[in-house]
């Protein structure tokens, strides 16, 4: 699977847009772009997941550029409770080596009162 | 509420001792994956299970062991347990395999003294 690169930590304020970009340069033309979150221990909770096109579902936006090389998730209207650690996973559809989701170290999001 | 199940929620032990977690898939989900998270290692993919039949092993110790019953429900067996085996253990789910979307459970948090 590609290797991905987040920024280690962000912060945002309270009602506002919260943008945690992710880059993967390596990324392959079947591999797809998974984002999860965790808040504090509990289990990564799924946001939202893309292969080429932008997506949107009712957590988030995933915008990916067209050479697929990084992508951003989009929280609109970012509330204390976003504050979580945010991973971008790339994966491929199917794999021999079964269909593991490899965890890097995340973007700590801290959302500001 | 992601719908995975994992039994029980914490467990104290002592080293040398052997322990078995449990876990519910949501239901139809036939995937069941486990994964460790520990402090210096962060998560880790450990092993999938498909339908009864283990289908991928990551760095699964061989003290560790897995299996998934017909009713499809997994248990994860840790055998002559050490300091380092002190970590949060999560069971994730999919319907099936490839990129579907693995689900959460709130983990297991295991401390060995």
């Known amino acids: 699977d590609a290797k991905t690169t987040q920024p280690t930590s962000m912060d945002c304020a309270e009602g506002r847009a919260a943008n945690l970009p992710c880059n993967h340069s390596?990324?392959?033309?079947?591999?797809?772009v998974y984002w999860y979150r965790q808040i504090h221990s509990q289990g990564p909770q799924y946001i939202i997941h893309g292969l080429k096109n932008n997506e949107t579902n009712e957590m988030a936006s995933l915008i990916i550029t067209e050479d697929r090389k990084s992508s951003t998730l989009i929280l609109p209207h970012a509330t204390l409770r976003d504050t979580a650690v945010y991973y971008c996973i790339v994966r491929v559809g199917r794999g021999s080596s079964g269909d593991k989701l490899t965890f890097g170290t995340g973007t700590r999001l801290a959302v500001r009162p | 509420d992601s719908g995975v199940t994992q039994t029980p929620k914490h467990l104290i032990t002592a080293t040398g001792q052997r322990v078995t977690l449990r876990c519910s898939p949501r239901s139809g989900d036939l995937s069941v994956y486990w994964y460790q998270q520990s402090l210096d290692q962060g998560l880790q993919f450990l092993i999938q299970y498909y339908n009864g039949e283990e289908r991928a092993k990551g760095n699964i110790l061989e003290r560790f062991s897995a299996q998934q019953f017909p009713d499809l429900h997994s248990e994860l067996n840790l055998s002559s347990l050490e300091l380092g085996d002190s970590a949060l253990y999560f069971c994730?789910?999919?319907?099936?395999?490839?990129?579907?979307?693995?689900?959460f459970g709130p983990g297991t948090r295991l401390l060995v003294l």
């Open positions: 994730a789910s999919s319907v099936g395999t490839g990129k579907e979307t693995q689900y």
């Open positions: 390596t990324i392959s033309g079947n591999e797809y």
